[in-house]
C-alpha cells in the first residue's frame, strides 16, 4: 500500500469536507460531485505543497 504524510492526509480532508459543503469546483468550474475525483483533487494539490504523495499513476 503507498505511504502518504500527514500533510497530504490533511489535504484530502479538506478537499473531502469542501466537497460535502458543495464548494469544491474543478478547474472548468463545474461542481465535484465524485468522491474519487475528489481525492485525486486533494492529492495534486498536496503534491504541487510539496508533501510526500506517490507518483500519478501508481
Same mark, same amino acid.
Given at each position: 500500500?503507498? #505511504?502518504?504524510?500527514? /500533510? ?11 466537497? $460535502? *459543503? !458543495? ?7 463545474? #461542481?465535484?460531485?465524485? /468522491? ?11 503534491? $504541487? *505543497? !510539496? ?8
Amino acid at each position: 500500500m503507498a #505511504k502518504y504524510s500527514e /500533510k497530504a492526509k490533511e489535504k484530502v480532508g479538506e478537499v473531502m469536507h469542501e466537497m $460535502k *459543503e !458543495g464548494k469544491l469546483k474543478t478547474s472548468a468550474g463545474k #461542481k465535484v460531485t465524485d /468522491k474519487k475525483q475528489a481525492v485525486a483533487i486533494g492529492l495534486s494539490e498536496a503534491r $504541487k *505543497e !510539496g508533501a510526500k504523495v506517490p507518483k500519478k499513476g501508481n
